[in-house]
């Protein structure tokens, strides 16, 4: 039986992973804008969101590496080659994009930067700047993948959360000395370099030799990770585009001038998901396990605990949004926002909901049930924000959003009950999910 301490212990440090850097980024964002000014910041914003996307270029293969490590773990050969032929592959792959961008520097940067009253120089450098760091992206997730296969999490969050705070803030005492892009920027490209090398010694450290020296890469291994990890890809590229997609929708219908009251409410509730996402990823490399995943007992477990927790989240987030809203904002928009984050108030319970199942699913090697569940979700997500009368207000595009988030909670619970866990927990969870947003709307 596998301790709670344990999985919430790498919960804790996921969450303190993903938060440490946000607050980092709230400091940072106000005194480096009165520093480099508009344009500069600009640039460097999405610089950091280029970062953040190249991500998912590794096509599934971190989370692939995570999978099959859990599976085969005590097998130290075959651990190896998996991990050897793993992160190869990612590095590929963060070559071929990196390659791609400097081929076609030129055209990124008339593209991109056109009308920019920036020497065309600095952003020629921040391209190049902008290959190394995807190159090193890629491999990091590769890295950050094998060592949570292991259940590194702690190790994993001891690295990344110091060098991610540095490569914020780095900019800040650059800015003092140089505004030119490359200059602010090449401190965040160090660290990422820096988080590689570090991965690089603690996973040594958990095999018999390094990947480097065995060199035990071989095509089935790769051709193995890439058939499951093609599926994480499709839902990782679906996912953010279905969470920020509806955005754009609200500037073309409605005005530039009702994005901010979309989106201030949206991102509250996005930013309370980093639990359920914590725990479930902590889960994960448990669940691939045949002797946890044949127990469903534990799993349904930590999915009722997180299921409460969320529950009284968002219950906090509905009954105190009034008052939260008018002591944040001001009456100006306080109004229209409160109505919002009610509406995603249940959302974010139904996307709570789904986390573990989600995972349990991807865990058991249903990548592909969750890729098409995406895939038909999204069709459906924008034909019907493209058939939404104009007279609702950006209330009824937010209705749409937590709908989505709803129909995808109970789809992931079924799929998980008919194919793992079972019909009657399955029932008993929708049960238990109905009952809990049934209570949420009676407090809206």
């Not at 055209?107 to 056109?114: C, I, K």
């Not at 991102?267 to 946890?292: D, G, H, Q, Y």
Request: with cysteine; glycine share 6%; hydrophobic share 55%.
């Amino acid at each position: 039986m596998i301790k709670m301490s344990r999985i919430f212990t790498n919960t804790f440090w996921n969450i303190l992973s993903q938060i440490i850097p946000v607050i980092a980024a709230v400091y940072t964002i106000p005194h480096l804008l009165r520093e480099v000014g508009v344009e500069i910041f600009g640039v460097i914003t999405l610089f950091w969101a280029l970062v953040n996307f190249s991500g998912i270029l590794d096509f599934g293969i971190s989370k692939a590496i995570t999978r099959k490590i859990a599976e085969v773990r005590g097998a130290h050969d075959t651990e190896t080659q998996y991990v050897s032929s793993g992160l190869v592959a990612t590095g590929c792959f963060g070559i071929a994009v990196a390659a791609a961008i400097l081929i076609y520097k030129s055209s990124l940067v008339s593209l991109l930067f056109y009308d920019s009253s920036i020497p065309t120089k600095q952003f020629d450098d921040l391209v190049v700047l902008t290959s190394v760091t995807v190159v090193c992206v890629c491999l990091a997730n590769g890295y950050r993948g094998a060592l949570e296969g292991y259940e590194k999490f702690g190790v994993v969050a001891i690295i990344r959360t110091p060098l991610h705070v540095l490569g914020v803030i780095s900019p800040l005492f650059v800015a003092p000395f140089s505004t030119e892009l490359p200059h602010l920027l090449a401190p965040l490209v160090l660290c990422r370099i820096l988080a590689c090398v570090a991965f690089h010694f603690a996973l040594k450290s958990q095999l018999t030799f390094s990947p480097a020296a065995t060199l035990q890469v071989s095509f089935e291994p790769i051709r193995e990770l890439l058939g499951y990890g093609y599926y994480i890809a499709v839902s990782n590229l679906i996912s953010p585009i279905m969470y920020t997609l509806d955005r754009f929708f609200v500037s073309s219908i409605f005005g530039s001038g009702q994005v901010a009251a979309y989106t201030t409410p949206q991102e509250i509730v996005l930013r309370c998901s980093t639990l359920p996402n914590s725990l479930s990823r902590a889960m994960f490399p448990m669940l691939v396990k045949p002797s946890i995943s044949n127990s469903p007992r534990i799993e349904d477990l930590h999915w009722l605990i997180s299921c409460l927790i969320c529950l009284a989240a968002s219950m906090l987030i509905i009954l105190l949004r009034d008052t939260a809203m008018l002591l944040w904002l001001g009456d100006d928009f306080s109004s229209l926002m409160s109505d919002l984050l009610a509406i995603f108030a249940l959302g974010f319970f139904a996307n709570s909901v789904a986390a573990i199942p989600y995972a349990n699913l991807q865990a058991r090697g249903l990548a592909k049930l969750t890729a098409l569940l995406h895939l038909l979700e999204l069709l459906a997500f924008v034909m019907a924000i493209m058939m939404l009368p104009k007279h609702v207000g950006v209330s009824g595009i937010a209705a749409i959003w937590s709908a989505r988030c709803i129909i995808d909670c109970f789809s992931l619970l079924i799929l998980d009950g008919l194919k793992l866990s079972g019909r009657k927990l399955a029932d008993r969870r929708c049960a238990i999910t109905i009952a809990g947003l049934g209570l949420l709307w009676a407090l809206i």
